[in-house]
């Protein structure tokens, strides 16, 4: 059984299709053992508890520093001894000192075709309006690796999303959401619990 400890910070429409994609069986010998968010008032954690999973919330404004946080997220993640930590909306960079302890087991969503639109200042809602100001015809979303740099860690999966001429940041990020992220998060979790997922200098290769 893959343990996993997903982190959110807002509405949790990823998290949620986890959830599903396992209760249907698409994500198969995984449990979410843990939702972390850095937000209280994030609704990702209902949807947790409504699925009758453990959800924590360790937020910044309750430590001192940074370090202090950074050590207690640390902390919270490890007392769920996680085989692999989703980021799913969280909007947080991760402590250098986690993403060494947790090496290639750490994905993050990505709501673009990456290296396009991603890295610094890039998250939500930003991304789909660069996206549309640049005026690319295709976007997308990545599933990667999480290393030392801001999305740049060895890419898993992407799939691509068309751009309409009439879209708002809105609509695009619903279909980016509804093509591409709902469905390549739980199919990613499904390969990495299966054993399909191999790194080998920073680049995936997904085995029979
Ligand atoms: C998703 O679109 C995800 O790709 C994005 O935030 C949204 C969270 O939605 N993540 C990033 O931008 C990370 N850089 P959700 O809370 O409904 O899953």
Excluded at 44 to 60: M, S
Aim: glycine fraction near 8%; charge should be negative; include cysteine.
């Amino acid at each position: 059984m893959l343990r996993v400890v997903v982190c959110v910070s807002g509405g949790g429409t990823n998290l949620q299709a986890i959830i599903d994609g396992i209760a249907q069986g698409a994500v198969c010998d995984t449990e979410i053992v843990r939702v972390v968010s850095n937000n209280p008032g994030a609704y990702a954690l209902e949807r947790a508890k409504q699925a009758g999973i453990e959800a924590v919330c360790v937020a910044p404004k309750d430590y001192e520093n940074r370090e202090q946080f950074e050590e207690a997220l640390l902390g919270c993640v490890e007392e769920a001894a996680p085989d692999l930590i989703v980021l799913a909306g969280f909007m947080v960079k991760v402590p250098q000192k986690m993403v060494k302890q947790y090496e290639n087991r750490i994905i993050n969503i990505h709501p673009s075709l990456i290296p396009a639109f991603s890295g610094t200042g890039y998250y939500g809602l930003k991304v789909h309006e660069a996206v549309l100001a640049r005026g690319v015809k295709v976007t997308g979303a990545t599933v990667h690796f999480v290393n030392e740099g801001m999305d740049e860690g060895p890419i898993i999966m992407q799939k691509t999303v068309k751009v309409y001429d009439d879209d708002t940041p809105k609509t695009l990020q619903k279909r980016v959401m509804e093509e591409a992220e709902w469905v390549l998060l739980p199919w990613c979790i499904n390969l990495i619990a299966e054993g399909q997922i191999k790194v080998e200098n920073g680049r995936v290769t997904v085995t029979e």
